[in-house]
C-alpha cells in the first residue's frame, strides 16, 4: 500500500524552539509539499518542492523553511516556534505530470506551548 | 489566482436523506478539481476528481460531482448518506506546479 508518513503523530514543544517535521512517501513522486490546517480555514499551502534541492514558497511562507535533500524526504522546519504556530500539519505527495491529485499523511498535530 | 469557496461549514443530515456540498471556484484558465475527505483523526483521502471529459464524475462509495464551467462550480452530492459518511469534506482546485487551493471545508453530520 502506497504511503506518505509522517514521522510525529503529536508534538509539543515550547516557543523560541527549533522545530523539524519529517515526511516520507514510497511513491517516487517528484512533488512534495506542506500545509497547515486550521479551523475555518482550510489548508494553507506553505512550502512545496517538485524536485531534489528545489523549493518554492506557498502562500504562508514565514517562519518556516525547508529541506529536501533526498526524493523521499521533505522536512519542514520551524526555525523558532511560536504560539501562532500551533496547528495541524499535513504533508502530501503527487507525480509531476498531470495534477491527479494528492496523497496525504496522517498529519502532525504540533502545539507550542 | 486561484480560490475555492465552499459556502457550508457545516451540513448536519439523517441517515438515508441526500445532500448536496457546494463549492465554488475562481480561475483565469481551465482547472483541474477535486474532492477530498477527511474522516476524524486522519489525513485527507482523494475521493473524485474532474481532469477532462465528461462533466459528472463518481466516486466508488456513491458520491458524484458535477462540473459546471458557466457557474464555476464542482458540487459534491450523495443521493442517500450513511452514517459511515460523516466526515469534512473538502473542495480544491489546481495552480500552477501541481498546486492544489483548498476551500475551508465542510462537516458532514450524519444524524441517525
Known amino acids: 500500500d502506497v504511503k506518505v508518513t509522517q514521522s510525529s503523530r503529536y508534538l509539543v514543544k515550547r516557543t523560541g524552539e527549533k522545530v523539524f517535521l519529517e515526511c516520507v512517501q514510497d511513491?517516487?513522486?517528484?512533488?512534495m509539499f506542506w500545509y497547515r490546517q486550521d479551523p475555518g480555514l482550510g489548508l494553507r499551502l506553505i512550502y512545496f518542492?517538485?524536485?531534489?534541492?528545489?523549493?518554492e514558497k506557498g502562500d504562508i511562507p514565514e517562519g518556516y523553511s525547508v529541506s529536501r535533500e533526498k526524493k523521499e524526504r521533505f522536512s519542514l522546519i520551524l526555525e523558532s516556534a511560536s504560539t501562532n504556530q500551533t496547528s495541524m500539519y499535513l504533508c502530501?505527495?503527487?507525480?509531476?505530470?498531470?495534477?491527479?491529485?494528492?496523497?496525504f499523511g496522517s498529519g502532525t498535530r504540533l502545539t507550542v506551548v | 489566482a486561484q480560490s475555492v469557496t465552499q459556502l457550508d461549514s457545516q451540513v448536519p443530515v439523517f441517515e438515508e436523506a441526500p445532500v448536496e456540498l457546494r463549492c465554488n471556484y475562481s480561475?483565469?484558465?481551465?482547472?483541474?478539481l477535486f474532492w477530498y475527505v477527511q474522516y476524524p483523526n486522519q489525513g485527507l483521502q482523494l475521493l473524485l476528481k474532474?481532469?477532462?471529459?465528461?462533466?459528472l464524475v463518481e466516486s466508488i462509495n456513491g458520491f458524484e460531482a458535477e462540473f459546471n464551467k458557466s457557474q464555476t462550480s464542482f458540487h459534491l452530492r450523495k443521493p442517500s448518506v450513511h452514517i459511515s459518511d460523516t466526515a469534512e469534506y473538502f473542495c480544491?482546485?489546481?495552480?500552477?506546479?501541481?498546486?492544489?487551493?483548498f476551500g475551508s471545508g465542510t462537516k458532514l453530520n450524519v444524524k441517525p
Open positions: 480561475s483565469s484558465v481551465s482547472v483541474y
Open positions: 480544491a482546485v489546481s495552480g500552477t506546479f501541481n498546486t492544489n487551493y
Open positions: 474532474y481532469l477532462s471529459g465528461s462533466t
Open positions: 511513491m517516487d513522486h517528484e512533488n
Open positions: 502530501a505527495s503527487s507525480f509531476r505530470g498531470t495534477n491527479y491529485g494528492y496523497t
Open positions: 518542492s517538485y524536485d531534489v534541492k528545489m523549493k
